[in-house]
């Protein structure tokens, strides 16, 4: 066995592990940091399909901007609320039952179409190309985003403020 399935199987345990303890933790931040720990495996998983550019950005947006984003919301509400937050789990049968269909529907799927197992090789610079479309094609779109952010940061650091 090479090291690209041990690496996919690693990431798979890490990627389970992390993704069952966000959502029975009872610690709302100890749940965000096992969050950053799943979307940081997602980024070794689409190192490891050659995407270079979906790792950086998994990394820099995901892990990075949106975990920042909701343990500052998480310590400016329980600022607000004056209480620690906690996070309950009254649903977990149902949620359970459900994750397990959409896992049998998933396999039963697969099972009668299998994967192709050979991978067809990228052809040219991604990286090149995704860039040049979010600057020409997408400006519109991106620039949005970036306005939005800076008002969601805004609102935020206004609330996070000392009363006076």
Do not use: C
Not at 24 to 35: E, M, Q
Not at 72 to 82: H, K
Not at 92 to 107: C, D, N, P, S, T
């Amino acid at each position: 066995m090479t090291a690209e399935p041990l690496a996919f199987w690693f990431l798979s345990v890490v990627l389970v592990g992390s993704a069952l303890a966000v959502v029975l933790s009872k610690n709302l931040f100890h749940s965000v940091l096992w969050l950053a720990l799943a979307l940081t495996g997602t980024a070794g998983v689409f190192l490891l399909l050659d995407s270079e550019f979906l790792a950086a950005v998994q990394l820099l947006l995901y892990a990075g901007g949106v975990i920042t984003i909701v343990v500052f919301a998480i310590v400016v509400t329980e600022r607000l609320v004056g209480q620690r937050i906690s996070q309950t789990n009254n649903r977990i049968a149902g949620g359970a039952f459900i994750a397990m269909a959409l896992l049998a529907l998933i396999v039963s799927t697969i099972v009668r179409r299998p994967l192709p197992v050979t991978r067809l090789p990228a052809v040219g610079d991604l990286t090149r190309v995704v860039g040049e479309k979010v600057l020409t094609t997408f400006v519109l779109p991106f620039e949005l985003l970036g306005v939005l952010m800076l008002a969601a940061m805004l609102s935020a650091i206004y609330f996070a403020r000392p009363e006076e």
